[in-house]
């Protein structure tokens, strides 16, 4: 496989692309480079009635849910048109901050208050100025709009920094934007201090690939969802509830295929698993694939596995 400018191959691993975010090798990465990868085991053929992406072996796929561990614009330029009847996504925010420097900060300084990040690894892609992060979500959210079939849904996550950001985003990338689903998280929510309101909301910017048609299988759905983060479903630093995802995916009926292109711990692949949906994830951190591969073998055993 050829690889695009700038992009890195790992010794021995030439089906895994990055985009050089990750400057310093994981152990996972090291291990892999040695030639003493023990997770490539959990790599497997892709079977005959999947999706697949040329010269790309899934990282995990079994019963419609495929995880490709990878750079996203390069795989997904790479799916069919069409494929999905959905994009759900918690993409890299690049906030935390009000200045360029304090959003440059690891993702392990800026989201995990008091310094505790439980062990979860860190992830890349979180650090670009406000140009750049707008300029690079335009082009997956393209990518998006091409893969999602007429009328199919596309949800962005985004904090209230980016919110005006990422609504520009979804419609430069050619949905229409329809609206903003409020997740509440609770009074257990952050304030810096007692002068502030919490920052106890996130948002799911919401749009679709043309027309809004009425669903047959379920709706209206919530514009807003309640639900406080549990530290026992929480297995990735900036994870959302498994609760959360599975409101989300609903939109689309059972059967139907949905797209993430920011994987991270697998949580709207989980939600897929547990409703009988079928998912697509990406995801470019090895330690939060095998998190995910783990998470998703327990799910389509309709289990919820829970963190360490
Ligand atoms: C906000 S997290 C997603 C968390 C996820 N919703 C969950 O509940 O676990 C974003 C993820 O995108 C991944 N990521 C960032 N840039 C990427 C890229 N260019 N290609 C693939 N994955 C990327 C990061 O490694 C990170 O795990």
Request: positive net charge; glycine residues 12%; hydrophobic residues 35%.
């Amino acid at each position: 496989m050829t690889n695009a400018p700038g992009a890195t191959t790992f010794p021995g691993r030439s089906d895994i692309i990055n985009d050089g975010q990750t400057s310093c090798p994981s152990r996972v990465m090291l291990r892999a480079m040695k030639g003493k990868d023990t997770m490539s085991k959990r790599r497997q053929k892709p079977a005959k009635d999947l999706i697949k992406i040329p010269s790309v072996k899934p990282y995990f796929q079994r019963g419609g849910i495929t995880l490709f561990h990878g750079e996203s614009l390069r795989l997904l330029e790479q799916l069919p048109t069409g494929v999905a009847a959905a994009a759900i996504t918690d993409p890299p925010y690049s906030s935390g901050g009000m200045t360029a420097g304090e959003r440059a900060r690891d993702p392990r300084e800026k989201y995990c208050h008091n310094g505790k990040d439980l062990g979860r690894p860190s992830f890349g892609g979180d650090m670009r100025d406000q140009r750049s992060h707008k300029y690079w979500s335009t082009l997956w959210c393209d990518q998006l709009r091409r893969l999602v079939q007429d009328t199919g849904y596309c949800m962005i996550f985004s904090d209230w920094r980016q919110l005006p950001t990422m609504t520009d985003v979804m419609q430069a990338g050619g949905f229409v934007w329809r609206g903003v689903v409020a997740w509440n998280k609770g009074r257990g929510a952050r304030a810096p201090h007692k002068g502030y309101f919490r920052h106890q909301a996130e948002y799911i910017i919401w749009g679709t690939n043309g027309k809004c048609r009425k669903a047959e299988h379920a709706g209206p759905f919530d514009g807003c969802i309640d639900q406080t983060v549990l530290q026992r479903d929480k297995h990735h630093m900036t994870g959302k509830p498994t609760e959360v995802m599975k409101q989300l995916v609903e939109v689309v009926p059972p059967g139907g295929l949905i797209v993430d292109p920011f994987n991270g711990s697998a949580t709207t692949g989980v939600a897929c698993a547990l409703t009988g949906r079928r998912y697509i994830g990406i995801e470019q951190s090895e330690e939060y694939c095998e998190i995910s591969a783990k998470r998703l073998e327990a799910a389509i055993a309709g289990e919820i596995l829970k963190a360490a």
